[in-house]
């Protein structure tokens, strides 16, 4: 070790500090990222100079990472962070029973919470084994659906939030494009209840407002996707409503709907999902607002961790909240693709924005996040999507025509 503090005294270090984060009480000075370069693999350092509480947090969870070739880092042995509860927490999650709810669930209930989950079946295995997985008497199962219309579906909302001091949404809809959707025949997006329409828009409006008006919760955490976050074009984006039913588009009408709700919200868009846990020596990428945030899979653990202690921290208000994983330490920087008339399509390698955080240590990461600047505007997926899907067919049209010229070639049709 003292050999290789003597080698990296020479190397030059670069320090790129971010601004303060803009609502948090307990942060004067934003996290820093300082990286050390050497001619092999990149060496990586979080630290931070916020208020000397969270500074002690993340200095607590920050690691070093070497080349693979020297050492191998250990995976985390720290105890889960505290939860900054209020008191006797009542948290609604709807979608409990699913596989990053059912997470909350454990994490909440193991955390002094009581729990309320929201289920359309309360009788099925999901839900019984989620019982048996938490403390006795911290989960309660209530039946609903946020697609049920009329007054019993109203009044089974409204008594599923009543006393509840916090609600997750956690559920979205997975129903694959149809033709009758691209030909516009019998309106799916309003008569079919697994539509994305119902469910990740007019279903979170609906729990949302029930929620504004109980007068008894303090914030509404939505869940939904890295996605929803990219440019209408992004290959991924217009690939994802093209398959999907237009399901980013109906994810960030809902994620408009709760902040138009007067609530107080913290939405978080994970990137593609593991069910196992974090690999060892990979890390967890977090970002906020805008910040573009590298897609890479993150454990459904570290999603589950970071809702847990976002919905009860003051600086995640009113926040938006992007989590991945990368494979290994990136060293500050990600590659994309890029275009220039001398060197044609390529890769570049491009800093990562200061409001992007690497590392383990999900508490110490989430104190730098802050408050979403400016509002939340609707974005135009039709016309990439009818580009694309146009693109295809166009393909496929000509690829038939080719197969047809060559059969009738060696056939002399």
Not at 184 to 212: Q, Y
Not at 288 to 300: E, I, L, Q, T, Y
Not at 357 to 377: F, H, P, Q, R, W
Not at 380 to 406: E, I, Q
Request: proline share 5%.
């Amino acid at each position: 070790m003292a050999a290789i503090a003597s080698a990296l005294a020479g190397v030059p270090t670069r320090t790129i500090r971010a601004r303060a984060p803009r609502i948090s009480s307990r942060a004067s000075v934003g996290p820093a990222v300082i990286v050390r370069r050497a001619p092999g693999p990149a060496w990586t350092q979080l630290a931070s100079s916020s208020s000397s509480r969270d500074r002690d947090r993340i200095r607590c969870g920050t690691r070093t990472f070497a080349a693979a070739s020297d050492a191998t880092a250990a995976p985390d042995a720290a105890a889960p962070a505290k939860l900054d509860l209020k008191g006797d927490e009542l948290v609604l999650v709807v979608g409990g029973a699913g596989r990053v709810g059912r997470r909350i669930v454990t994490r909440l209930t193991s955390s002094g919470c009581r729990c309320r989950v929201l289920t359309r079946d309360p009788s099925s295995s999901a839900a019984s084994s989620l019982l048996d997985a938490c403390p006795p008497g911290t989960v309660e199962l209530t039946r609903g659906d946020v697609t049920e219309l009329g007054p019993e579906g109203d009044a089974a909302l409204a008594a599923a939030i009543a006393g509840c001091t916090q609600v997750v949404a956690c559920f979205g809809a997975q129903r694959l494009s149809k033709i009758t959707d691209i030909l516009g025949v019998g309106s799916p997006e309003t008569n079919d209840a697994t539509h994305p329409a119902a469910v990740n828009h007019r279903g979170v409006a609906r729990l949302a407002a029930l929620a504004a008006s109980a007068g008894t919760v303090r914030r509404f955490v939505r869940v939904t996707g890295m996605s929803v976050g990219y440019h209408p074009g992004n290959f991924v984006a217009v690939a994802l409503n093209a398959v999907l039913s237009m399901t980013i588009t109906w994810q960030l009408l809902g994620e408009k709907a709760v902040r138009d709700s007067g609530l107080e919200y913290t939405v978080v868009r994970p990137g593609n999902l593991l069910e196992t846990p974090r690999p060892d020596g990979s890390v967890v990428l977090v970002g906020h607002g805008d910040a573009h945030v590298p897609a890479g899979k993150v454990s459904r653990d570290d999603v589950a961790e970071l809702i847990a202690i976002s919905m009860f921290r003051a600086n995640c208000a009113d926040a938006t909240i992007g989590v991945a994983g990368a494979p290994a330490p990136t060293g500050g920087i990600r590659s994309e693709m890029a275009w220039d008339p001398a060197r044609g399509m390529h890769y570049r390698a491009v800093e990562h924005e200061e409001t992007l955080y690497e590392g383990t240590d999900l508490d110490g990461m989430l104190a730098g996040v802050g408050k979403d600047i400016g509002e939340l505007n609707e974005r135009r997926h039709k016309p990439f999507v009818a580009a694309f899907v146009s693109l295809l067919f166009g393909v496929g049209v000509a690829f038939a025509w080719a197969c047809v010229v060559v059969v009738r070639a060696a056939y002399g049709l």
